[in-house]
């Protein structure tokens, strides 16, 4: 099949950047999106283009690195699906793609569809993790955490920070991915310890790196390639109020 | 303070403030509903109210500041959000958010508006003092409530002013009551779509509730 | 020159705790002194950094993704090893170090496995403290699970991906270290050379991707843990970025490099379909711990698998190993898949795939089952092949996976250049010619956790900190070294894309450099990949400029070195005349058609030393002794 693409050219990140059209030839629907996009590329490398960066890693869903807004939908039309995973056989002959990178003043853009989003980084830097330290920790059975609670944390913690989220809220806000974190680890025995002092600095840290507040639209769900709950941000608020109840300054 | 600092804080804000709102939207609902048993009912009720000032005025007091807060983090977290968006996406499709969400601010701005005219016409009665209450006493000397909501709604442009801001009202409840339920962390992936379609529910009994009273007297059923 | 792998005397069981008493310290006030670059953020380099920064060194930590959390650890599906025995089945710290010893086709160094398998228990501990929600029974219990053709559940697991967990826990350990101020994050920075003052390593010249800028990062000893080479097939399980550039470089700064013909080809990974194929992706080889393998009995079978009757399936792993049969270790159940396709009885339009049937299991246990087990990765067979396995059995074809060569390390993990330190994938030292299921995980975070902060204190403690800068002339001349090479890169202006020329030199490194090796195909591939080397630096053609992000450029610096890399490979290949685990040589099997391994000349670690550009490279032996397993042939019949 052959397709149309307009696709997002920005040579640097404070160039003016804008939408090129490109033909997309001889596609193949057992293709993934990334490998329609590295078939343009070779075209484009051949008649001494530029090709279009973008950024990709592992290819199988995992690592979160691919991050394109196809058609205003983060990650494509498909459900729980990065761009990696989504294959040509989801569109048609003749069908018009809009390729352009996440949006948000946290993300500025490094070039093309590549953005920076060591914001999502330095939110985890704030309090995304239990201080442990290297051994000296009791035997992994010692303490039992109810498989409900184990269930419930890894739901949380399969996020794979690929920032999807923020690309689709309308305000640009972290806050899913945030909860994701804060919701992963206060639900663990583990984690309740520094729970009070998490939520607060890593919602700070949001703040901070320029992304929006939720406002409830749940947009972030929705487009989330591991279908990442909000009930999580619902856990977040919870963890909030709780936080704010205890002693000023016990954080 | 860190709470008004945070992100969360402020929405927490947000919530209690909008939800005491809710709550007087709630009873000023209910106590108009005696605007079907006829002027008599109405007009005590306004009496009654009228009679204990401290209570009153402590309420009114309490409601500004709701309204206040509420009005000022809506503004600003809106300012907040819309500026940690950059540029706009050339194609944009919105998979779950609704236009009630996404209006939020729209229809929170036009309620506003609407409420600082409904006290001036109905509360102080200072823009159509020809019919204000406070200058008609009824047969028992009380302001004649009831006279003065029924000759204004009798007139189409006031009735649809207030229907129009009735379902602006709707809409923004529509998003609201769910909203903050997520917000005070009340939901959860079982709850949450009975709580939104519970708050859709809620958010049209109240819308209609209120657009009843204009259409009512529009109807000849209240006269 | 004899390799000494300076492994411990006395018994094993105290050989590590002996040594770690022996080993030098470093105080806690001199440790902020000394600087460590570790170059990868997977789980071996993640656990280092945050390890070593906790203890209080300086550490700067390099990867080339935008995020440590991206590292292609983070993709692996199916468990991480630990000889806890909480199922009370006769797991013991020894028998995990026997299966894998055994697993390895007895070409480990006994000192190096024992040692992983005392300190797996320790990971798992570790790993629970920091949050990573391991599966648990409904007692609260941690789950275990057999995988891999082991006889013992021995296996912790996060769903179907334990390597992203594991990996986040090591992220969260390395953020709190970064936010503490003792470890410094380089990502989007790729290491390209390997600085040696004065023979010991002294740091790296790295390329910043985003400006193109190219900086020497001075320190007091590097850790090498930038993962394996298995992408010098092209087509690979690893990730698109995977690379052996760091490794590579180092090597021709006079690191050994330790048998690089050892690589695993994984049994269940997806078939390609076609020529734009980018990569293989892997199903967690759990899968066969109910799917059931097969192919037509009669060659040219056309017809849709699931319309295939029960008589006319060649069960062939059952019929050929009924001792393990589906579960049979991956070098040997890939090698078997390859067969059945060789005869032509392949399924799937290339013919080039075998079934992994779950009929059987549906029925016995219900599809609910089945889908609580595996429900991710039946839909992720889903998205990718359009097909539903619930209703008709997976293709599944071998793919590259893993490589257990890597870089030569002694026990202390430390390469042949004093100072150069090299951890998990990267290095040689614990799986021998293969390595088994859930094995990569442990080790990567074994490495890292838990043995080089005793090792790297032995080498610092007789270090003076600080010892070089980069305005030393090694430095200097490193970066005149890297900019030369990358402006030779963009002006050669041919014709034919680096990706033309990856995909070249992997079909010529599958097909005689595979699975199935012969003298013939080796030699042929020595003279295949020089002539498509000098072609790749002739033709190549690479758009853009030196400054700013140039992704071609990047991949064009690796795809130089796995063009030469792929007949070290391959020479290393051809001079292992003896079959054993991931290294298949035709002409050297069994009657049955088994690897027949040559204990008596070949039990050695093959180590390469790079002698220049246009000379072969020296091979060294490290002999490898075996006091405490009894060597036979690994037999899964």
Known sequence: MNLTLYVWRQSGPDEPGRLE???????????????????????LIKSGKEPIAFDHDCREGICGMCSQVINGVPHGPQKKTTVCQLHMRHFKDGDTLYIEPWRSRAFPVIKDLIVDRSALDRIIQAGGYISVHT????????????????????????????????????????????????????????????????????????????????????????????????????????????????????? | MRFLESPVGRKLVMTVSGLSMIGFVIIHLLGNTSLYYGADSINAYAKALHGLPPLLWGFRLVMLIMVSLHVFYGISLTLENRGAKTGKYAVRENVRSTFAGRSMIWTGLFIGAFIIYHLLHFTFQVIDPGTAASGHADALGRPDVFMMVVLNFRRLAVSSLYVCAMA????????????????????????????VRAGALAALLISLGYAAFPLSVLAGIIR | MILDGKCPSGPLSEAW??????????????????KIIVVGTGLAGASAAASLGELGYNVEAFCYQDSPRRAHSIAAQGGINAAKNYPNDGDSIFRLFHDTIKGGDFRAREANVYRLAMVSNAIIDQCVAQGVPFARDYAGYLENRSFGGAQVSRTFFARGQTGQQLLLGAYAALSRQVKAGSVKLHPRMEMLDLVVVDGQAKGITARDLVTGRIYSHAADAVCLCTGGYANVFYLSTNAMGSNVTAAYRAYKKGAFFANPCYTQIHPTCIPVTGDHQSKLTLMSESLRNDGRVWVPKIRGDNRAPHEIPEEERDYYLERKYPGFGNLAPRDIASRAAKEVCDEGRGVGVSGRGVCLDFSGAIGRLGEETIRGRY????????????????????????????AMGGLWVDYNLQSTVPGLFVLGEANFSDHGANRLGASALMQGLADGYFIIPSTIADYLGRTEPGRVSTGNEAFIRSVEECETSIRRLLAIGGKKTVNEFHRELGSIMWEHVGMARSKEGLTKALSLIPAL???????????????????????????????????????????????????????????????????????????????????????HKEELDFENVRLCERCYK
């Open chain 2, 168 to 195: 602006a009202l709707g809409l923004h409840l529509l998003h609201s009551l769910q909203s903050a339920f997520q917000t005070m962390g009340l939901s959860s992936d079982r709850t949450l779509p009975v709580i």
């Open chain 3, 375 to 402: 429900g991710n990765l039946f839909d992720m067979y889903e998205k990718i092949t359009n097909e539903n396995a619930y209703r008709q059995p997976m293709r599944i074809y071998p793919a590259p996976h893993y």
């Open chain 3, 533 to 619: 080397r000098t072609e790749f630096w002739e033709n190549v053609r690479i758009p853009g400029g030196e400054a700013g992000l140039n992704q071609e450029l990047e991949k064009a610096g690796r795809v130089a070195d796995f063009l030469e890399f792929g007949e070290l490979l391959a020479r290393d290949a051809l001079h292992r005349n003896e079959s054993c685990g991931g290294h298949f040589r035709v002409d050297f099997q069994t009657p049955e058609g088994e690897a027949l391994r040559d204990d008596a000349n070949f039990c050695y670690v093959a180590a390469w030393e790079f002698r220049g550009a246009e000379k072969q490279p020296e091979l």
């Open chain 3, 17 to 34: 705790d002996n040594h770690r008493r022996q080993m030098k310290l470093v105080s806690p006030a001199n440790k902020r002194k000394y």
């Open chain 1, 135 to 251: 051994g000296g920790v009791p035997d992994a059975d010692a303490v039992l955490i109810p498989k409900a609670d184990a269930d419930t944390a890894m739901d949380a913690a399969e996020c794979i920070g690929c920032g999807a989220c923020v690309a689709a809220c309308p305000n640009g806000s972290a806050m899913l991915f945030t909860a994701a974190k804060v919701a992963h680890l206060a639900t663990l025995p583990q984690g309740r310890v520094e729970a009070a002092r998490r939520v607060c600095v890593m919602t700070e840290a949001m703040l901070k790196e320029g992304f929006g507040s939720c406002s409830n639209h749940y947009e972030c769900q929705a487009v989330c390639p591991k279908g990442i709950s909000v009930q999580f941000i619902a856990k977040l608020n919870r963890e909030f109020i709780k936080a704010s109840f205890k002693k000023a300054g016990s954080y």
């Open chain 1, 21 to 43: 059209q490109y033909e997309a030839w001889e596609i193949t629907p057992d293709m993934s999106f990334l490998e329609m996009l590295d078939v343009v590329n070779e075209g």
